[in-house]
């Protein structure tokens, strides 16, 4: 079975501090996909990343970075400089690779950027 | 970019009546999924659905629930005497492909549905 733990559920930092957001995760799988989703207020579901099991590079996009290390199974996500667009719920996810794209959220954490 | 469409964003409905949320996948997309988010908890996988038939259930997705693709566009979700804690948003998504590796997952924007 799968399991995807968010251990923070509300952040709040100030506009402009860096913030991390940690996920880690359990699976039986060798091959699995790590994926973080944004939910802003208004409630769509917004893809931020994939990530395969067998890549470990770490990723930049903008302010955003993700750091994935298999040895802990944890997927950390980092904002850089944050903004006050940047508060919503953020969900860690994981997907195995037999089945249907069964994805497993975990609990989502609330972050508020404050002014 | 083409996009998963739901409707409608909002449904509130009497305990005990039967509800119909809508989804238009991406045209050529040839998986489709229905997931749900109960008020400030996490989002969970209700059903897949591949070849006009169910791939995969979770232990939610008990005989109240239905889906179906009437047409060669829509997806629908159906709910048979709702009850409360139905209340949810219920979130369409659809992949060209099988496997997260090459064909992520499209979400819809959402159809809140409230039981009352």
């Known amino acids: 079975a799968q399991k995807v733990t968010q251990a923070q559920t509300e952040i709040s930092v100030v506009e402009k501090e860096d913030v991390t957001l940690d996920c880690v995760y359990e699976?039986?799988?060798?091959?699995?996909?790590l994926f973080w989703y944004k939910q802003p207020p208004s409630g769509e579901l917004v893809f931020l990343i994939r990530?395969?099991?067998?890549?470990?590079q770490n990723e930049i996009s903008g302010r955003y970075s993700w750091n994935f290390q298999k040895s802990t199974s944890s997927f950390n996500f980092t904002i850089t400089a944050s903004q006050v667009v940047d508060s919503a719920v953020y969900f860690c996810?994981?997907?195995?690779?037999?089945?249907?794209?069964?994805?497993?959220f975990g609990i989502g954490t609330k972050l508020q950027v404050i002014p | 970019e083409p996009e998963v469409t739901q409707t409608p964003s909002h449904q509130v409905t009497q305990m005990g009546q039967e509800v119909i949320l809508r989804c238009v996948p991406i045209?050529?997309?040839?998986?489709f999924y229905w997931y749900r988010q109960i008020l400030g908890q996490k989002v969970e996988f209700l059903v897949s659905?591949?070849?006009?038939?169910?791939?995969?259930k979770s232990e939610i997705f008990d005989d109240q629930f239905s889906v179906e693709r009437p047409d060669g566009s829509n997806f629908t979700l159906k709910i048979r005497s709702t009850k409360l804690e139905d209340s949810a948003m219920y979130f369409c998504?659809?992949?060209?492909?099988?496997?997260?590796?090459?064909?992520?997952?499209?979400f819809g924007n959402g159809t809140r549905l409230t039981v009352t």
């Open positions: 996810a994981l997907s195995e690779a037999g089945g249907y794209q069964k994805v497993t």
């Open positions: 998504a659809s992949s060209e492909g099988r496997s997260s590796y090459n064909s992520p997952l499209h």
């Open positions: 990530r395969n099991s067998f890549d470990e």
């Open positions: 045209s050529n997309h040839l998986y």
């Open positions: 699976t039986r799988d060798t091959t699995y996909y």
């Open positions: 659905f591949y070849n006009n038939e169910i791939s995969e």
